[in-house]
Nanobody, 121 residues
Framework: QVQLVESGGGLVQAGGSLRLSCAAS????????MGWFRQAPGKEREFVTV????????YYTDSVKGRFTISRDNALNTVYLQMNSLKPEDTAVYSC??????????????WGQGTQVTVSS
């Protein structure tokens, strides 16, 4: 079983930056495609980004392209989401997920508890 713990969320002004981390315990992340999803109040959860198990491929939803960067350090068992030029519409609970399907963007079985990101205008 994989346990995922996110950190790094918070309150930031529009145009600012945050870096989210997702650390795993109990099992190595190196075999999993890892992704970030977000859910804003009153909206469905949506895919944000995914990185392949070896870090060679990354994909982003259109609304964050050029602003967000996903990366991973398998030696540290951690995945990161660097978020720049944040907008109020990025406000959501961000959750990492292990086992994302690269083609369909469907989430895998393992979720973190989520971290709140709030962007003020």
């Amino acid at each position: 079983q994989v346990q995922l713990v996110e950190s790094g969320g918070g309150l930031v002004q529009a145009g600012g930056s945050l870096r989210l981390s997702c650390a795993a315990s109990r099992r190595t992340l190196s075999r999993y495609n890892m992704g970030w999803f977000r859910q804003a109040p009153g909206k469905e959860r949506e895919f944000v980004t995914v990185i392949s198990w070896n870090g060679e491929s990354t994909y982003y939803t259109d609304s964050v392209k050029g602003r967000f960067t996903i990366s991973r350090d398998n030696a540290l068992n951690t995945v990161y989401l660097q978020m720049n030029s944040l907008k109020p519409e990025d406000t959501a609970v961000y959750s990492c997920n292990a086992g994302v399907d690269i083609l369909s963007r469907a989430p895998g079985y393992y979720w973190g508890q989520g971290t709140q990101v709030t962007v003020s205008s």
